[in-house]
Structure formats: structure tokens, C-alpha cells
């Protein structure tokens, strides 16, 4: 057709006609240049597809860690919105079906939100036909989310004073509100909120200065410092409540994990170690309220683990760590402790050879373990004594012909190599490994204290390190009470605060127990 169109003379065509060849000129243009925009488009968007796939099953030198791939999820996100909003601009001249609507989690709006209503009347309500004003038969009501930066408020306090007109009944005044850091400028509230942004939504103090500062608020990170300090100073009666509350249980988990803190003289950081118990009696049942406490060393040795733990007797459970192996002796103050060890740890060592090189010996290891967590998948949640009995009939058979198959593979397999290693390793705890057999309160695994401690590795990598051992006991006992609150579904910032005020007005000591995370009402 355009070739016929160019050996025409256009001149001599009639105007009608000439119009209509240049509107399908235009329209031609318009559609190419549109193709070029979707070609685009759909180049970008299979892109977005191929760094979901290396995120997702890429080589494992090239995997992200679980934080650094929740970033990466968030930037491709927030292209591939940019992507169907600009799909969306693209007006094709042809009509198109109608897409269906991505299914997404777009948020809700909580009843609890404060609602604030803005009216919007027509210019005019007065009718056409003359009969007067309108009258209102329904309205359209639409919720959108309005998000106001912190805005920093001073609290004046006002106490006026009284006296007697004849100057004899002398002077009345209230007496002044007692406050947690006297004569200083925080309030109990603001306390909290400085602690729960450091140590549950990992922002360090210098950044929070930043961040007030863009509010016109000049507070140095020293001072916030400062005040964390004495917050710590004042909780430290809490948290010590809340670790012997733990250690009156028969059953609890232990973990430990890096705290890097500078070491003043030197101008280098030491390696400290914030050691984490925690309890949990949910998956059997337990009436016990969850909790965990991080207690800061200068160092990992077992001696540590000990007396952390002074008072503790029961099952602990652990990984394979050699430091905890001081609290099974007979000779121990409190008396000696059993270890239970971590199947998901067991696991882990297959698993990492398994990748490596594909053994079908460590494969077969991973078949056989996936069988005892299916089957406590199943049990989960039930009493005690259910789950004793379902694993003695139902796992113990399964383990017993794991320790044959794995007795098998090590009379073939050389000690010295990789895989041999890791199935030694996993004969050595073998005993410890069983004991979950035998008591329905046990885990398979130390799952539960690992989660635990993962907040405390995200706040490692945000702040990089404590400035002092002091330091790190004050990250210690904030982070107790905060990851102990989240265990019980409590708002780490309401609790905080309410428990700051209680202790700035005195309360008293023989009613600690008041105080406790799982003991906050949520409604106050």
C-alpha cells in the first residue's frame, strides 16, 4: 500500500483524500514509536526476571545473605513499579483487553489509625430545575495513608505557686513530676523511642542525631549515648529478673554470637560475645510465656556459658560448641546439665558438602533427616506426652536405621575427608541428638534461639561495633526486652515506656514481676 501511495502524485490528490493519508501517516509514526517504548519495556522487565532468578537459584559463591536479598527484592520491587506505571502511560491507538490487576499485598488501613476527615462539597448545590438546594443522598468515601514525619514537641511543665494573701498561710505547689533522667531534657517516652530505634529498627545513634538534626534538633550522639546508659543502668534490675525467670525452667536454648567492641588504647575493636538464652514452651504447649536474655562477655570460653547459667538446671539446648560441655560435669555448683544438640545443625554439614559436589551419600543424609521433620512438622503443638509418644513410634525407628547408615558410610568413607568429617561430626553428638526421643518438651533443633539472635547480627552490621564493654551490656539488656517483647506480641515502644515511667515513679522492687514483657497490658 505505502509503495502505491509513493508513486502517486500527492498534489494532484483530492484534499479528503490527502487527509487520510496523512492522519495514517501520523497514526503509522505513533504506533512505531509506541513499539519501540513496549520492545523496551518488555527488555527491562525480562531483565527484572533474570536478577530474580540469580537472587533466587544462582551459584551459591553468588547468593545473597537473607538481609542483603530482602534489599534486593525491595529495589527490583520498586522498578518493576516504575515499569507498570510507565506501561500504563502507553496509549495504544488500537483498543487493548482489559488487564487484570496484579495481585499484591497493597497494605490495609487498621481501625485503630486516626482518621482524619476532609469533606469536598460541589461549588454549588443549588439544582438547575429552581426548586432550591439539593438534598445529600449518600456520599463516596475513599482512605488513603498520610504518613507525618517525627515531629519533636516540648513538653513544658507549668507548676504555679500559692500563697496566702495575708502572707501568713505561707506557699502552695504541686510537686514537681519525677522523671527517669532528673533535670535532663528526655522524657520517658523519648527514651524509648531513641532505644527501640537503636535496637530493634537497627539505627544507630549518629544517624538518629542526623535525622533529628533535619528537625532543627542539635543533639549529639554523645548525648544519646549518654542517655542510653542510664536507660540501661535503670532496666538492668529487669532484665536480671527476667534471666532468672528464665532460669527457673527445666528446658531452655543457648547461643552466642559475635559483638564486636572497640577497645579503648588501642584504637581496635576486641571480639566480645553476647551469649543468648532463651526460652520457649510453645511448640508443646507449655504454659511458660517465651522469653530471651543476651548477656555480654569479653570472650566465648565456656566459663562464660557457666555462669551465665549459675542456678540452671535441666536440658539445654545448643549446637555443637565445645564451650558448653563445663555444665555436664558432676562437679558443677548447680549440678550437672544435660545437652541437647541441633539436628539443624547435623543437617547444615550434609547439606554444605551436598552443594559443594552433589554426594549422593550426603544426599541420602538429607532424605533421611527430612523424614524426623516431617514428622515433627505433624506433632507440632501438642502436649508433651503426644509428641514423646509419636516420636517413639514414629521417629525412633527412623533414627535407628540413620545410626546404622551412618555407621555403614564411615567404615567407608576416609575420617580425614570432607565428608567424613561431617558424618564424625554428627556421630560424636549422636547421644545429644537422641535426647529429643525421650522428652516431649525437647526440639529437634536450637532454631528458636538462632532467630533470636538474628536482629542482634542485623544491629552488628548497622553499627559495626560497641564502643565499650559497657557498651555492650547496655545493647544486651535494651535488646532483651525488646526481642522478649516481640516473642509475646508486645509493642516494644509502649512497653518501654510505661516501664520507664513506673520505674522513674518508684516502683518497687518486692513487684518486679509486674514488669515483665508478657505481664504488660497491651490496652494501657
Known amino acids: 500500500m505505502f509503495d502505491v501511495l509513493k508513486n502517486l502524485d500527492l498534489n494532484a490528490l483530492p484534499a479528503d483524500v490527502w487527509e487520510v493519508v496523512l492522519a495514517v501517516g501520523e497514526q503509522n509514526a505513533a504506533l512505531t514509536a509506541q513499539v519501540g517504548e513496549l520492545e523496551a519495556l518488555n527488555t527491562r522487565l525480562e531483565h527484572f526476571v533474570k536478577e530474580l532468578n540469580q537472587i533466587i537459584y544462582g551459584k551459591r559463591s553468588e547468593k545473597l545473605g537473607p538481609d542483603e536479598r530482602q534489599l534486593a527484592f525491595e529495589d527490583i520491587e520498586v522498578a518493576q513499579s516504575e515499569a507498570e506505571a510507565q506501561s500504563d502511560t502507553i496509549e495504544m491507538t488500537k483498543p487493548r483487553k482489559t488487564r487484570k490487576s496484579a495481585q499484591r499485598n497493597l497494605g490495609n488501613l487498621p481501625d485503630h489509625l486516626e482518621r482524619i476527615e476532609d469533606v469536598i462539597e460541589p461549588d454549588s448545590i443549588v439544582c438547575p430545575c429552581g426548586c432550591g438546594d439539593m438534598i445529600r443522598i449518600g456520599e463516596d468515601r475513599t482512605e488513603r495513608l498520610e504518613i507525618i514525619p517525627a515531629q519533636p514537641k516540648v513538653v513544658v511543665t507549668i507548676r504555679p505557686k500559692y500563697a496566702c494573701p495575708k502572707k501568713q498561710g505561707g506557699i502552695v505547689q504541686a510537686a514537681a513530676p519525677v522523671h527517669l533522667i532528673e533535670g535532663g531534657l528526655p522524657t520517658e517516652g523519648t527514651l524509648a523511642h531513641i532505644g527501640v530505634s537503636k535496637y530493634a529498627d537497627h539505627c544507630p545513634l549518629f544517624r538518629q542525631s542526623q535525622i533529628y538534626a533535619r528537625s532543627g534538633l542539635n543533639i549529639d550522639r554523645s548525648t544519646l549515648a549518654g542517655w542510653m546508659g542510664k536507660v540501661s543502668f535503670h ?164 533414627l535407628d536405621d540413620f545410626e546404622v547408615w551412618l555407621k555403614v558410610q564411615r567404615s567407608r568413607i576416609s575420617a580425614k575427608s570432607r565428608l567424613g568429617e561431617k558424618l564424625s561430626y554428627i556421630a560424636k553428638y549422636m547421644g545429644g541428638l537422641k535426647l529429643f526421643l525421650d522428652d516431649g518438651s525437647v526440639e529437634m533443633d536450637s532454631n528458636i534461639v538462632e532467630r533470636a539472635i538474628r536482629p542482634i547480627a542485623l544491629n552488628r552490621k548497622n553499627a559495626l561495633f560497641a564502643g565499650h564493654d559497657e557498651g555492650g551490656r547496655t545493647w544486651a539488656r535494651i535488646a532483651s526486652l525488646i526481642e522478649t517483647c516481640k516473642l509475646n506480641g508486645v509493642e516494644p515502644y509502649a512497653y518501654l515506656k510505661a516501664t520507664l515511667e513506673a520505674i522513674a515513679a518508684g516502683h518497687p522492687s518486692t513487684r518486679i514481676d509486674e514488669l515483665m514483657p508478657w505481664n504488660f497490658d497491651k490496652k494501657s
Not at 527476667?242 to 527445666?250: G, Q, V
Not at 533421611?368 to 515433627?376: D, V
Request: with cysteine.
Open 235 to 398: 532496666l538492668a534490675p529487669v532484665v536480671n529478673h527476667l534471666l532468672n525467670e528464665l532460669k527457673s525452667s527445666s528446658k531452655l536454648f543457648m547461643d552466642e554470637t559475635r559483638c564486636p567492641v572497640l577497645d579503648p588504647g588501642r584504637g581496635k575493636t576486641k571480639t566480645g560475645y553476647l551469649w543468648a538464652i532463651a526460652r520457649d514452651e510453645r511448640p508443646f504447649g507449655g504454659t511458660a510465656p517465651p522469653g530471651v536474655v543476651f548477656c555480654y562477655a569479653d570472650g566465648r570460653g565456656g566459663k562464660h556459658a557457666s555462669e551465665f547459667l549459675m542456678g540452671f538446671t535441666g536440658t539445654l539446648q545448643v549446637d555443637g560448641y565445645t564451650g558448653y560441655n563445663t555444665m555436664t560435669k558432676p562437679g558443677r555448683n548447680s549440678g550437672p546439665v544435660k545437652l541437647a544438640y541441633c539436628w539443624a545443625h547435623a543437617r547444615r554439614k550434609l547439606k554444605e558438602v551436598h552443594d559443594r559436589d552433589a554426594s549422593p551419600i550426603a544426599g541420602e543424609g538429607l532424605k533421611r533427616i527430612a523424614k524426623f521433620y516431617k514428622i515433627e512438622e505433624a506433632i507440632r503443638g501438642q502436649s508433651a506426652t503426644q509428641r514423646k509418644a509419636a516420636r517413639q513410634e514414629q521417629t525412633k525407628p527412623l
